[in-house]
Nanobody
């Protein structure tokens, strides 16, 4: 069982920036971020493999950047040019390479005011 702990959420004005961090209790192949807005499903924001392959949701391409520090089992999400529609709870996700299981953090709230 891998534990994930997010940090870095908060309130920001539209056009501003935030940086989220997530620390895993152990090494994990793919790490990423999902977002859940009120009343909506949880959607992929971005993911990154241990080799650095990245994947982004269409709504954040060009504005968000995901990165990771494998030595520290940490993934980061740099969010720039934030929009009110980016508001939601951001969940850290971890997936092993060969085991069909998802690990989730408890989430961190991001609120973007207009």
């Amino acid at each position: 069982q891998v534990q994930l702990a997010e940090s870095g959420g908060g309130l920001v004005q539209a056009g501003g920036s935030l940086r989220l961090s997530c620390v895993a209790s152990g090494s994990i192949f793919t790490m990423g971020w999902y977002r859940q807005a009120p009343g909506k499903q949880r959607d992929l924001v971005a993911s990154i493999s241990s080799s650095g392959t990245t994947n982004y949701g269409d709504s954040v391409k060009g504005r968000f950047t995901i990165s990771r520090d494998n030595a520290k089992n940490t993934v980061f999400l740099q969010m720039n040019s934030l929009k009110p529609e980016d508001t939601g709870v951001y969940y850290c996700n971890g997936r092993p390479q060969w085991i069909p299981v998802n690990y989730w953090g408890k989430g961190t709230l991001v609120t973007v005011s207009s």
